[in-house]
């Protein structure tokens, strides 16, 4: 049984969380003889559909207060304190679990070098152990970005600790090597994987449709933001743009989804103002995103990763409305792909319930139609695959053990080396 330890840190919201979790799923689902620990600081793990073969120790939550800021979110204890455990906690996995492959989300030392000491670890007294580091496709503006590599030493970290670094995207929408300024030693190691094609939704449009009363035909907008847990503006600039959407859209019905992590407050005041308004249905948390955005005719939503794959994959009309601080990744992502025609992009800034309403009347008027929108390569979970499979049969090479031919995984999307997958 191949082993593969996975860290995913989660200080904010779903994406990291959900990202790696689509990754091991697709693992599991090609590799038979996988088994996976997952190491994580989500609060909601629980609440995901883990694949088989899979388990998981939670890590005590942290939550992002700032850029690089982090405070304990439900122990009450100093911050030291609980970063001294979590590093602990991962030390011993890695002691006791022996992974022959290592998977590291986003952060090459972990939060505040929770995982260097692991990683160190790992290198001293298990030669066999192949890294991968994987990285979605921006990180921040390039300035802050090389900033905060070069002063806590990740170009370091990665050249030492790292045989594989996988990015979630494509060179075409962000060249990560010449942005932030990697080194040749890295860009050696570096590989464009595509962007993560989302799994088709459990439930038929239709019964979606049925299920909000839809008559047949009639327009149908979601709304969604992700975990949720600073979406409060964008759902109320949305409820404020109903009446003059009832206007401009006769007989539209839109379905907001806040997220878990909507504070108690926001969600209070959302079915406040959603009371009256029969046209307009608002929901938790769905583990099903994939359903109800398929069943929609325009998607409206902030920027984060995840989230932007889904309207890909989908190929759905979409304006997104991306979040700016502390961090200007969403914006990074949103000005890139609407200069690129995949959807229309709204700086919150600039936000208004009479923007917005216009910005979603003519999506529904004009959609952009799927097959006119530029490629988009979509085949990361195949070549991170690959790239799993090739190391694990590296490592077997270093430990003296007779490697097995590194399996070759179906990829729909590449055909003679060239990625062809389009929005969809």
Known sequence: ???????????????????????????????????????????????????????????????????????????????????????????????????????????????????????????????????????????????????????????????????RVAVLGCPEVFDFRREYHLPESLVQRTHFCGYVRREPGRRDPAEIRKELNLRDGGPFVLVTAGGGEDSSRLMETYLAAVPCLDRLVPGLTSLLIHGPELPETGKRKLRELTRARPNVVLRDFTDDPMSYMAAADVVVSMGGYNTVCEILTLGKPAIVVPRVRPVEEQWIRAQRMEKLGLFRAIH??????????????????????????????????????????????DGLRAAGTAARPAARFRNPGVRNGRATAGVR
């Not at 990180?139 to 905060?148: G, K, L, P, V, Y």
Request: with cysteine; aromatic share 6%; charged share 25%.
């Open 1 to 163: 049984m191949t082993k593969m330890l996975v860290y995913s840190h989660d200080t904010y919201g779903l994406g990291n969380i959900r990202r790696m979790l689509a990754i091991c799923t697709h693992m599991a689902d090609v590799s038979p003889d996988l088994s996976i620990l997952l190491v994580t600081g989500s609060p909601l793990i629980h609440g995901f559909r883990l694949p088989p073969r899979l388990d998981y120790i939670k890590l005590p939550c942290l939550t992002r207060i700032d850029r690089e800021s982090y405070r304990t979110k439900h122990l009450g204890i100093d911050l030291d304190v609980t970063l001294q455990l979590r590093s602990g906690l991962i030390l011993n996995a890695v002691d006791a679990f022996r992974p022959d492959l290592v998977m590291v989300d986003k952060k090459p030392l972990g939060i505040k070098s929770e995982l260097k000491a692991a990683l160190a670890h790992l290198k001293r007294n298990h030669r066999h152990a192949r890294t991968v580091l994987v990285l979605r496709d921006i990180i921040d503006s390039a300035e802050a970005t090389i900033r905060t590599w070069r002063t806590k030493g990740y170009y370091d970290a990665i050249y030492r600790f790292y045989d």
């Open 348 to 393: 919150p800034d600039v936000l208004t319930p009479e923007v917005l309403a216009h910005g979603v009347a003519s999506e529904l008027a004009s959609p952009r139609a799927a097959a006119a929108m530029p490629w988009v390569d979509l085949n990361a979970l195949e070549r991170i695959a690959e790239i799993l499979s090739g190391l694990r049969a």
